[in-house]
C-alpha cells in the first residue's frame, strides 16, 4: 500500500540555520512526489515536485529536495531558514494518470530568533 | 486572477442538516478533488472528479456526497450521515492534460458543529 512517513511531528530552527525535513514513502511504482507548506488556516501551497530525472529537485521560497530511490526518501532542505518559513510541510506521493495523492501527517517548523 | 476559491470560509452544522460547500476554479482545470484535514492525520481524499458528469469516491466517502455539473465547479455536501464533520476541508485541481502537472489547493473551508 502506499503511504508518507513524516518522521518528526516538531521541528525548531534558529532564524539562519540550515533545515532538513524528513520524508520516506512507499510506493509500488514510480513515485511522483511533492512538497507542500500550509501556514495556519490557509491552504496548501506547492513547494516542489519529483517526476524524474535529476534528483535534485529546485523549488520557490529557496527549498530544495533530494530524491533517494534507495532509501526512498524525498527530504526537504533549505539553507538557510527566515521567521516567514514556519509553517506546516506535508510530503505525498502519487503515480501517473489521475494523480491520487497520499499526505504525510505533516511537520511543524517552529523558527526561532 | 487564475485560482481557486472556497466558500464559505467557516460554515457551521447543526444536528441532522446537510450543508454545501463550495468549489470554483477558473484555471481551466478538467481534474477537481475534495479533502479532509484533521489534526495529525494530513489530508484525506473524500471525492474527485476527472471531467463534467463523473466522478469517484475517494478513501473517506461516506456520509458526502459531490456533484459535477460545469468544469469549474465542484460541491461537496457533507450529510447528516456524517457523524464527525468538524475538520478543515480542502479543494483542489489539477490539469489532467499534463502528466507532470501539480494539485492546486484553495484556501479550505473550516466546518465545525454546533
Known amino acids: 500500500a502506499q503511504s508518507v512517513t513524516q518522521p518528526d511531528i516538531h521541528i525548531t530552527v534558529s532564524e539562519g540555520a540550515s533545515l532538513e525535513l524528513r520524508c520516506n514513502y512507499s510506493y509500488g511504482a514510480t513515485p511522483y512526489l511533492f512538497w507542500y507548506v500550509q501556514s495556519p488556516g490557509q491552504g496548501l501551497q506547492l513547494l516542489l515536485k519529483y517526476f524524474s530525472g535529476d534528483t535534485l529537485v529546485q523549488g520557490i521560497k529557496g527549498f530544495e529536495a533530494e530524491f533517494k530511490r534507495s532509501q526512498s526518501s524525498f527530504n526537504l532542505r533549505k539553507p538557510s531558514v527566515h521567521w516567514s518559513d514556519a509553517a506546516e510541510y506535508f510530503c505525498a506521493v502519487g503515480g501517473t494518470g489521475f494523480q491520487k495523492l497520499v499526505f504525510g501527517t505533516g511537520t511543524r517548523l517552529l523558527v526561532s530568533p | 486572477d487564475g485560482g481557486i476559491t472556497q466558500s464559505p470560509k467557516y460554515l457551521f452544522r447543526k444536528e441532522g442538516q446537510n450543508v454545501t460547500l463550495s468549489c470554483e476554479q477558473n484555471?481551466?482545470?478538467?481534474?477537481m478533488y475534495w479533502y479532509r484535514q484533521d489534526p495529525g492525520q494530513g489530508l484525506r481524499l473524500i471525492y474527485y472528479?476527472?471531467?463534467?458528469?463523473?466522478?469517484q469516491k475517494g478513501d473517506i466517502a461516506e456520509g458526502y456526497s459531490v456533484s459535477r455539473e460545469k468544469k469549474e465547479s465542484f460541491p461537496l455536501t457533507v450529510t447528516s450521515a456524517q457523524k464527525n464533520p468538524t475538520a478543515f476541508y480542502l479543494c483542489a485541481s489539477r490539469s489532467s492534460g499534463d502528466s507532470m502537472a501539480a494539485q492546486y489547493f484553495g484556501p479550505g473551508t473550516r466546518l465545525l458543529v454546533l
Open positions: 484555471l481551466n482545470h478538467d481534474a
Open positions: 472528479s476527472q471531467i463534467v458528469n463523473d466522478f
